[in-house]
């Protein structure tokens, strides 16, 4: 062929090539972001813009699957519908009480036109500061269940941005500093991983309603372009499922500010299924203490012998403590079977409903019960998960017979090494969030319930928003917590509780266990000061709050202790006043059950000087504000313990000049006089 004719067929070909076809769009409510659904010869996928402008590039969508092609090409969309959504409902616990659903919905029904001719819909949901989307996959003449190796959804991040991360698919599960990078520089991520673009704007990527599925990390394939990785499975594919089923929301938090972002957490929640247990009045916001601290000073132990923990005598003492200052629960850790030797990743020993020999169950539970205190029980499983579920029933079943109406699940061991033992005896390693776990979680879940039993996980699957469908599962660990800051090698920075606020807190309720007046862990002080410690109580949401340090200490601050007695662990209202990732933060948080309100500020490893307005107050009432604020000569480093206690009277067209020490912070509670 000649040189000319060849170019002129190379024209004549790139000209009647299909073009990228926008073939179904949505708006939010208000219009702030507009998702467009997009063919491009044959492969589907989709763009977010924010006022215009691009926030999310042409992402795709699809599937590998096994013993199947994979599904990607060939696409065309067969239908689409879109209907508006606009309601409020009631949290029976939370940050605040009420929570509005305002979204517009598009579902698009994509089909293939050659090969199975296979057919999924995908579900996009836009509120005005975020999107969630999910797949979901009908019946299939000739197959009864899908297997799925890995998603091939993507995430093309428009413009220039900083990460907060943490990495997955490592040994520490989630329990990592966060690394602050540009988003080039991330490699396989948890979620939610959140970002601020080089033009101010703020994203995370998370998802929700995480329910008989693999947990979904995030792997950077190249520049900005994202790509869902799934948890592995011990069997090799990812997720196995009986059809017709739907995948867990995949969601993209979009704010103007980082205090925006953390208010588009309600994304999550808005995505997930109502209350399904009914009435929950049976659980109790509340606050305890424990027989835990001191585990991790490594003065006291789980196993048995001359330094046990959990003896009947220091349990008692626990109890006396906590009816004395008005704590509702007690953590006792160490007092059943299975502690002694090496449990770490090895939990086959333990024995949940077996106490040691020095630990009186009965005579625990009844003492606490006379003193109107609640034992909250203890499931560590080492991650012998298998063993744990063969006695559950028993496990739950003795709690609920004794008055205990709150359990702290663990499962210590490295990320991949669950243990899985099946019917047949063949023996697993699992993931913490891949499937098996998923469903696992749920049964703990669902038999507490049946008890009336609440569950805050350790070592747990992440947080989706679960807990507007299942009220009961209260909080979770999740992150790297206070006991860090005992251990040290490294210890906890002043950052990072900062950091926990927007990224692992937009997730759900931490169980970070602060309250350190004492300000020392092994051989090396809290990188905090007092009044930080405070404050966590109001910036670090959980509704079973722990005052983790010893009575001992608290007996030497007793005032600063009284804010950690007069914080209630219940909220009606939220709001965030200001702050940057990783820098500063600052909560007012209004009691459920009074017209107090309630104020916490912290820092990073730099002294701030912020100002607030208290617009946030009744206009009608006036408040006594007592302050627990850094001294002037405080600084995490070497004078946490310098603290100043004042009042004051105040109203809500007041405004205050927050002075936070190095690694410091500023409690306040606004008690209402009228």
């Known amino acids: 062929m000649r040189l000319g004719a060849f170019l002129c067929c190379l024209l004549l070909s790139t000209a009647t090539q299909a073009k990228p076809d926008v073939v179904a769009s949505v708006e939010s409510p208000s219009g702030v972001l507009r998702l467009d659904v997009i063919i491009d010869e044959g492969r589907a996928s989709y763009a977010v813009y924010r006022f215009g402008e691009p926030v999310i590039e042409s992402s795709r969508l699809g599937f590998l699957l096994r013993g199947e092609e994979k599904l990607e090409r060939n696409l065309s969309l067969q239908a689409q519908r879109t209907r508006a959504h606009d309601d409020t409902w009631e949290q029976p616990w939370g940050e605040r009480r009420f929570v509005r659903d305002h979204h517009q919905e598009l579902r698009v029904t994509l089909h293939e036109s050659i090969n199975l001719k296979r057919q999924f819909d995908v579900v996009f949901r836009l509120f005005d500061d975020g999107l969630g989307f999910r797949y979901e996959f009908p019946q299939r003449k000739g197959s009864s269940?899908?297997?799925?190796?890995?998603?091939?959804?993507?995430?093309?991040?428009?413009?220039?941005?900083?990460?907060?991360?943490?990495?997955?698919?490592?040994?520490?599960?989630?329990?990592?500093?966060?690394?602050?990078?540009?988003?080039?520089?991330?490699?396989?991520?948890?979620?939610?991983?959140?970002?601020?673009?080089?033009?101010?704007?703020?994203?995370?990527?998370?998802?929700?309603?995480?329910?008989d599925y693999a947990g979904m990390w995030l792997r950077r394939v190249e520049g900005r372009r994202f790509r869902a990785q799934l948890s592995p499975a011990s069997e090799g594919w990812k997720v196995r499922r009986a059809l017709p089923f739907h995948t867990p929301w995949r969601t993209i938090q979009i704010a103007d500010s980082a205090a925006a972002l953390y208010n588009s957490a309600d994304i999550s929640l808005n995505l997930n299924e109502p209350n399904k247990l009914g009435d929950v009045s049976w659980f109790r916001p509340h606050k305890y203490i424990g027989i835990w601290w001191e585990l991790h000073l490594d003065t006291h132990s789980w196993a048995t012998g001359a330094r046990h923990g959990a003896t009947t005598e220091r349990a008692k003492k626990a109890i006396d403590f906590a009816a004395e200052h008005g704590f509702r629960g007690v953590l006792i850790e160490g007092w059943n079977v299975g502690w002694d030797g090496n449990w770490f990743g090895n939990g086959n020993d333990f024995n949940f409903t077996r106490a040691t020999p020095d630990f009186d169950f009965k005579a625990v539970t009844d003492y606490a019960s006379g003193k109107g205190v609640h034992i909250i029980g203890h499931h560590e499983t080492g991650g012998s998960v298998s063993h744990y579920e063969s006695q559950l029933s028993a496990g739950l079943k003795l709690y609920?017979?004794?008055?205990?109406?709150?359990?702290?699940?663990?499962?210590?061991?490295?990320?991949?090494?669950?243990?899985?033992?099946?019917?047949?005896?063949?023996?697993?390693?699992?993931?913490?969030?891949?499937?098996?776990?998923?469903?696992?979680?749920?049964?703990?879940?669902?038999?507490?319930?049946?008890?009336?039993?609440?569950?805050?996980?350790?070592?747990?699957?992440?947080?989706?928003?679960?807990?507007?469908?299942?009220?009961?599962?209260?909080?979770?660990?999740?992150?790297?917590?206070?006991?860090?800051?005992?251990?040290?090698?490294?210890?906890?920075?002043?950052?990072?509780?900062?950091?926990?606020?927007?990224?692992?807190?937009?997730?759900?309720?931490?169980?970070?266990?602060?309250?350190?007046?004492?300000?020392?862990?092994?051989?090396?002080?809290?990188?905090?000061?007092?009044?930080?410690?405070?404050?966590?109580?109001?910036?670090?949401?959980?509704?079973?709050?722990?005052?983790?340090?010893?009575?001992?200490?608290?007996?030497?601050?007793?005032?600063?202790?009284?804010?950690?007695?007069d914080v209630p662990a219940d909220w009606s209202e939220t709001r965030v006043l200001n702050g940057e990732i990783g820098d500063y933060v600052t909560?007012?948080?209004?009691?459920?059950?009074?017209?107090?309100?309630?104020?916490?500020?912290?820092?990073?490893?730099?002294?701030?000087?912020?100002?607030?307005?208290?617009?946030?107050?009744?206009?009608?009432?006036?408040?006594?504000?007592?302050?627990?604020?850094?001294?002037?000569?405080?600084?995490w480093r070497d004078n946490g313990f310098d603290i100043v206690i004042e009042q004051r009277e105040i109203n809500h067209r007041d405004r205050l000049t927050l002075r936070l020490a190095a690694g410091g912070g500023t409690a306040i509670r606004f008690a209402a006089l009228e």
Do not use: C
């Open 400 to 565: 609920a017979a004794h008055g205990v109406d709150a359990v702290k699940t663990g499962y210590v061991t490295d990320a991949g090494q669950i243990e899985r033992r099946d019917a047949d005896g063949v023996l697993r390693r699992e993931w913490h969030d891949g499937q098996w776990m998923s469903r696992h979680h749920l049964k703990v879940v669902t038999e507490a319930a049946r008890h009336k039993i609440a569950i805050n996980a350790h070592e747990p699957i992440k947080d989706t928003g679960l807990r507007r469908t299942y009220p009961n599962w209260v909080a979770r660990e999740g992150a790297r917590g206070m006991e860090f800051a005992a251990w040290g090698n490294p210890t906890n920075p002043p950052e990072h509780e900062v950091n926990l606020v927007f990224t692992r807190m937009l997730s759900g309720p931490m169980d970070f266990t602060p309250g350190i007046l004492s300000l020392q862990g092994r051989g090396q002080a809290v990188q905090t000061t007092q009044a930080k410690q405070l404050a966590l109580y109001v910036v670090l949401y959980s509704p079973i709050q722990m005052a983790a340090d010893l009575p001992e200490n608290y007996a030497k601050y007793p005032a600063a202790f009284r804010f950690i007695k």
């Open 587 to 635: 909560f007012a948080r209004k009691d459920r059950h009074s017209e107090d309100w309630y104020l916490g500020s912290i820092t990073d490893e730099n002294g701030r000087l912020l100002e607030v307005s208290l617009d946030f107050l009744d206009p009608d009432r006036r408040y006594r504000a007592e302050i627990y604020r850094d001294g002037p000569d405080a600084h």
């Open 145 to 211: 269940e899908l297997i799925i190796d890995d998603e091939l959804t993507e995430f093309v991040i428009a413009a220039p941005a900083t990460a907060w991360w943490i990495p997955a698919g490592e040994w520490n599960r989630y329990e990592y500093l966060y690394n602050k990078t540009p988003v080039e520089q991330v490699g396989q991520a948890h979620t939610p991983m959140t970002l601020k673009t080089d033009d101010g704007l703020y994203l995370a990527f998370h998802e929700a309603a995480l329910v």
